[in-house]
């Protein structure tokens, strides 16, 4: 069994668009354009990504004033 400490969270297109607030279409742009800032796992015709790998994204684009 696989500790928590290491389990990754893996959302679909669908999941991470209502995450990030972005439409899946503009997702599927960024895939398809090679533009995604953030890496992606691939399953066959599956896409998935890591939501750590995200929220680092997120973090990076905050603004400090």
């Known amino acids: 069994m696989i500790e928590n400490n290491f389990r990754k969270k893996l959302v679909n297109i669908e999941e991470l668009s209502e995450y ?16 995604l800032p953030f890496p992606y796992f691939k399953f066959s015709k ?18 400090k004033n």
């Open 20 to 35: 990030i607030g972005y439409s899946s279409h503009t997702v599927y742009g960024w895939i398809s354009e090679k533009r």
């Open 46 to 63: 599956r896409v998935k990504f890591d939501l750590k790998d995200v929220d680092k994204w997120v973090e990076s684009r905050k603004i």
